[in-house]
T-cell receptor
């Protein structure tokens, strides 16, 4: 079974430029997450989707970040314009429908490492 | 206050020895779940082990075991018979039932290095 796929793996851009990250979750996983991982830190949730609906985007900086999940499968996270402080790893994860089981496991992709110059 | 605290930025262990990675947590919710993930240099987070707050026994998965001390709010990961491939970042995470969400809160991680 294929895991969570993310692209690109690495991206270097100049500040004020736009950038987009793509994620393909595990087949059959209706819940998709985008996490931000700063250097030396654990991942922090940016947004969570259940199918096409963003059910938790409270941590997403909406002035410059946007996300979409058309058709409830692939997802794209965009930053426009990028700032120096956006340099980080952006992780995508997916899971089966959350049935309120505390043990529900999230499966992570390899992440996209963004460097803003 | 930090929800998840991992006080060891780095740990060294010799191959074939056991190592304990510390994790303490803070919650007032009686129902919660604790996770450990491994993040190798390739970047993906790999699930290792889960412990529920009401589980009577400490969780075990192969060479991984979780030393769960509920009164002390600690959930330390024990890796037995360390292997060179165990060198990675290790993250402790928690999910709290009170928020009725599957949101995970992660600690800052511990870098484990296994030497021959």
């Amino acid at each position: 079974e294929a895991g969570v796929v993310q692209s690109p793996r690495y991206k270097i851009i100049e500040k004020k430029q736009p950038v987009a990250f793509w994620c393909n979750p595990i087949s059959g996983h209706n819940t998709l997450y985008w996490y931000l991982q700063n250097l030396g830190q654990g991942p922090e949730l940016l947004i969570r989707y259940e199918n096409e609906e963003a059910v938790d985007d409270s941590q997403l900086p909406k002035d410059r970040f946007s996300a979409e999940r058309l058709k409830g499968v692939d997802s794209t996270l965009k930053i426009q314009p990028a700032e120096l402080g956006d340099s980080a790893v952006y992780l995508c994860a997916s899971s089966l429908d959350w049935d309120r089981a505390l043990s529900n496991e999230q499966f992570f992709g390899p992440g996209t490492r963004l460097t803003v110059l | 206050a930090q929800k998840i605290t991992q006080t060891q930025p780095g740990m060294f262990v010799q191959e074939k020895e056991a190592v304990t990675l510390d994790c303490t947590y803070d919650t007032s919710d009686p129902s919660y779940g604790l996770f450990w993930y491994k993040q190798p240099s390739s970047g993906e987070m790999i699930f290792l082990i889960y412990q529920g707050s009401y589980d009577q026994q400490n969780a075990t998965e192969g060479r991984y075991s979780l030393n769960f001390q509920k009164a002390r709010k600690s959930a330390n990961l024990v890796i037995s018979a360390s292997q060179l491939g165990d060198s990675a970042m290790y993250f402790c995470a928690m999910r709290e039932e009170v928020y009725n969400t599957d949101k995970l809160i992660f600690g800052t991680g511990t870098r484990l290095q296994v030497f021959p």
